[in-house]
């Protein structure tokens, strides 16, 4: 599952001590203050690392980084556009 | 007035770049004609000199015009970053007891969530204040009109913007600057960094941090453009750098841990921009061996460091005129402005010799006003100009420093618990009260400590009897209360704090707490 990744990531570099039940799918991330500017950047270069996509700023503007779940929805779009073409 | 300048250059060069943002353009009269049109809006309000208005927008081309507009009324504007959370706003919006809130629809629905593609159609909803929704109306302010009659006579003392910074007791508090402190500021910042028409600075601050005075008004009174950056491009240094290149910037003034990104995370040395002939950067000391590899990857570009709290502005700056080699090196914040007297003063308020350290205190146009309906505060840092020979106030700064046998002033930190991260103030003190809010902390204490050249703030927390939370539960609660920037990055739930025999928390024991 993309989200447990994700979750795992972001417990293992923000939240450390936090249980995965803690972050739930629809907790969120960037509107409730939990990830500041620092941390959004950091978690899209992992984005774009682990799952070998891009993010663009349009993305980041459309709010679909604000939950686990919308982050799973863009990135499994992104790599249908990649496998796609 | 500080738009005098602008209504200068708008003579001068009508078809001139003013400001971009996304790629588009407008030019020094579409904008003087987009402000004009605020400021009839905001007068028929019956906005006028004495009055304050509030701007939460997201950064686009509307949002300068509206500042102007305001301006043109003789009102000042008070910026509050839509990124705040919601109850934050209130409380402010509250304390300047802003006439009227120049908010976008788009802020209105989501505050913090701003969609770029709508920056042109823009529509602002204006509120009297205290901002109540059922009497909102909705202007269009895209209609083009005719210039806008400023007040004959605006005394240069009136306020022209507050910024509202970290207050220690809880409660952030509105440093006012008026029309001449800023004229001063901007004028100094002109001739210093040669602006003209020439030049394209870059905007990379919110407009409710005071790097933005610099950009907006530095480039509007001089006949240059300034290009407004999104906040979303922060988070793209690659995408940032190329844009920095398409766009053109000769100036660029942001926070170091901003700088710096572009090089870590950029391909600054790939690709640097060529017309990038000065670099400015404040709000905190720069890590030596990033500082190098940023100058290394922009050997053309002349480097700054600039030194000011809010309060004053600027106040010294150093031009740093060799790549510094050793990393333990500390970088001079350099002299004080020609505007400006600089001081060091010993708690006797007696200046103290070079080579010892005393507390930074400046005189001169570009101080505050004061700090907005807060008397009490306002006196304990504005010392009495009675008390010297020059008859001129002093602000206390709160920074130590000393002063090398050259005039060199070197920075040594604070007096009090204020800390500074990512160029932004943050009183430890506030964090401690938001967190005491939540009805299942007891008490609460915030700390620094620095991990790989940043400053992490750690906070401790003891839960009421019988509470049960955790540290994420803590870090929400911290989101609804606080901005961003003063986000605590590790809670801790502890059983007791540690005190020190008089009683204080012991921070030290904090840490070691910490540690386990």
Redesign the interface.
């Known amino acids: 599952m993309i989200t447990d990744s994700i979750r795992a990531y972001l417990i293992r570099e923000f939240f450390r001590g936090e249980s995965a039940a803690a972050l739930s799918d629809d907790q969120a991330l960037v509107t409730s203050g939990l990830l500041d500017s620092v941390a959004t950047l950091k978690l899209v270069l992992y984005l774009e690392e682990e799952f070998k996509v891009t993010i663009d700023t349009a993305d980041i503007a459309n709010g679909q980084l604000d939950t686990l779940r919308s982050i799973e929805a863009l990135v499994l779009e992104k790599r249908s556009i990649v496998t796609s073409t | 007035m500080l738009t005098n300048q602008f209504v200068h250059q708008v003579q001068c060069r009508p078809q001139a770049h003013a400001v971009g943002c996304n790629g588009v353009t407008i030019d020094y009269t579409t904008l003087y004609q987009q402000s004009s049109a605020i400021a009839r809006l905001l007068d028929a309000q019956g906005v006028g000199p004495g009055d304050r208005v509030a701007v939460i927008l997201p950064k686009n081309l509307d949002t300068v015009a509206t500042l102007l507009g305001i301006l043109f009324t003789g009102a000042a504007y008070v910026p509050l970053d839509p990124r705040l ?1 919601p109850e934050r706003v209130a409380r402010t919006l509250a304390d300047c007891d802003a006439k009227v809130l120049v908010i976008s629809s788009l802020t209105l629905d ?1 505050i ?6 709508l920056t042109l159609s823009f529509r602002a909803i204006v509120t009297p204040a205290p901002c109540s929704l059922a009497n909102t109306i909705v202007h269009d302010f895209a209609k083009k009109a005719p210039g806008y009659d400023c007040p004959k006579r605006l005394s240069s003392n009136e306020p022209a913007y507050i910024l509202y910074t970290s207050g220690s007791t809880g409660e952030p508090k509105g440093v006012v600057h008026t029309h001449r402190s800023a004229v001063e500021f901007v004028n100094w910042a002109m001739q210093t960094f040669s602006l003209g028409p020439d030049q394209r600075l870059a905007n990379h601050a919110q407009l409710s941090f005071d790097l933005s005075i610099l950009d907006i008004f530095g480039a509007l009174s001089s006949g240059a453009a300034v290009e407004l950056i ?8 690659k ?1 940032l750098v190329r844009k920095l290149n398409a766009w053109q910037i000769s100036l660029l003034y942001a926070v170091p ?1 901003a700088i710096a ?1 572009l090089e870590t ?1 950029g391909d600054l040395g790939k690709l640097p921009p060529q017309s990038l002939t000065r670099v400015l950067y404040a709000g905190e000391p720069f890590s030596v061996p990033v500082l190098r590899k940023v100058m290394q990857a922009l050997p053309q570009t002349s480097f700054y460091n600039l030194y000011g709290p809010t309060e004053t502005n600027v106040c010294t700056y150093h031009p740093i005129t060799s790549i510094p080699m050793e990393d333990t090196l500390q970088i001079s914040i350099g002299r004080a402005c020609k505007h400006l007297t600089v001081e060091l003063l010993d708690a006797q308020e007696a200046a103290v010799p070079p080579g010892v350290e005393g507390e930074v205190c400046v005189a001169g146009p570009s101080v505050m006003l004061g700090y907005f309906a807060r008397p009490e505060e306002t006196r304990t840092v504005l010392y009495n100009a009675a008390n010297f020979p020059d008859g001129r106030v002093r602000y206390r700064t709160g920074d130590r420093a000393f002063v090398d046998d050259v005039g060199n002033f070197w920075f040594r930190g604070r007096r009090d618990r204020m800390v500074k991260r ?1 160029g932004y103030r943050i009183e430890l003190g506030e964090i401690e009260s938001a967190l005491t809010q939540s009805p299942l902390v007891r008490e609460a204490a915030a700390f620094t400590k620095t991990e790989a050249g940043e400053i992490q703030i750690r906070a401790a927390v003891v839960l009421k009897d019988g509470a049960k939370a ?4 803590l ?2 609660h ?3 209360l ?1 901005p ?2 003063m ?1 605590p ?2 809670i801790k739930i502890i059983e007791q704090m540690p005190r020190t025999p008089n009683g204080k928390v012991d921070l030290k024991g904090l840490e070691e707490k910490y540690t386990v």
């Open positions: 959370p989501q913090y969530s701003i969609d770029c593609s999104q906040p979303e491009l922060l988070l793209r240094p995408e841990s990104l995370d990512r955790s540290a994420l539960t870090k929400l911290c989101g609804r606080l961003p920037h986000h990055d590790s």
